[in-house]
């Protein structure tokens, strides 16, 4: 468990709305998030801890042994910092999608080509097992990018699930967790409709609202989603905290497999249907035939130019950070 002063606790709580942030974007990976920017390991290996004695200690109100044996401040910053992110960022995505959406997405790509450049630099293949897991995640990475959406399903069961397999885009870099939501089929219904269901529902409840009802159902949606991504947060911080710990080289490996093959899922240049809604764009319905087509630019036209200088402008930033968390020790702290 790392010591941290109030100043570190505020910057962890910024990385965590960036993490937040990045886990509502189709494409982009939360846990990619925590990596670059040095809490990863730290992030897995808290949530690997949690089981039914924590929970008890919690109710027991013994707040002092709670942070010293399960590091409960690193995980209320984080936690916070994500809820956070989740109802207020989605309106300064929105803000920037609206002034250029190919320049926003272009950014992305170049903070991600950046965090496989330095994964890539620091996880030398120099096995056949290592060559066999990077193949591995490579395709499964593949897999995600060009796989078909389905239909939006509310079964209670299958939302459930839905959080579950979610809640992987925050604990594993390279898969983005709305995404798997879009290929579920309920990216609009989990992460749009049910959160305009619980704002509208706060309206109401202070009386700010008198025109509209709450809508139960959804509300029941979002909170059978959020306790399947409970749980599912505990189960695969587990076997990814179990995989780090005794297979730490392997499962870099595999991460950088999955990060090489996600980066077709945000190639900037493509021709898809976008739907705004209520503070930020989001894939709908995709049509991977006739609506999310991946073309090269034309270096001549302006606009292009303007989205490769964000590319290289999220490449550097991504490298600054890098470098600035090397020198403070706070990246890959096993090295």
């Not at 989605?90 to 803000?95: H, Q």
């Not at 606009?303 to 991504?318: D, E, H, K, T």
Request: aromatic share 14%; charged share 15%; net charge positive.
């Amino acid at each position: 468990m790392q010591q941290r002063n109030k100043k570190d606790l505020l910057i962890l709580f910024i990385k965590s709305i960036l993490m937040g942030t990045a886990n509502k974007l189709p494409g982009i990976s939360g846990g990619l998030v925590a990596l670059i920017t040095g809490f990863y390991d730290e992030m897995i290996l808290t949530f690997k801890k949690i089981n039914f004695k924590t929970f008890k200690i919690l109710f027991s109100g013994n707040f002092k042994k709670l942070n010293s044996e399960y590091n409960i401040i690193f995980l209320i910053t984080i936690l916070l910092g994500i809820i956070f992110s989740y109802f207020t960022t989605s309106k300064i995505l929105d803000f920037f999608f609206k002034i250029s959406e190919l320049n926003v997405w272009s950014f992305f790509f170049g903070m991600i080509i950046a965090s496989l450049i330095i994964l890539i630099r620091d996880n030398k293949i120099n096995t056949f097992k290592k060559t066999v897991f990077l193949i591995i995640g490579l395709f499964i990475g593949l897999i995600l990018s060009f796989s078909e959406p389905s239909s939006e399903n509310q079964n209670i069961i299958f939302i459930f699930f839905c959080g579950m397999i979610s809640i992987c885009g925050m604990i594993i870099p390279g898969i983005s967790g709305s995404f798997l939501l879009i290929l579920l089929g309920n990216y609009k219904l989990l992460l749009v409709d049910s959160v305009d269901a619980l704002i509208n529902s706060i309206y109401i409840i202070f009386r700010l609202d008198i025109i509209n009802e709450i809508d139960f159902q959804l509300i029941k949606i979002l909170i059978v989603f959020s306790f399947g991504s409970v749980v599912g947060l505990i189960v695969f911080s587990n076997i990814l905290g179990y995989l780090i710990k005794k297979h730490r080289s392997l499962t870099n490996q595999l991460i950088i497999g999955f990060i090489s093959g996600s980066l077709f899922i945000i190639w900037p240049w493509n021709k898809v249907v976008l739907e705004s809604s209520d503070g930020f764009k989001k894939l709908s319905n995709l049509d991977t035939e006739s609506n999310y087509l991946r073309y090269l630019p034309d270096i001549n036209e302006t606009s292009n130019i303007i989205a490769l200088a964000c590319i290289v402008a999220g490449f550097m930033i991504v490298l600054y950070i890098e470098n600035y968390a090397s020198r403070k020790k706070n990246i890959r702290p096993d090295r």
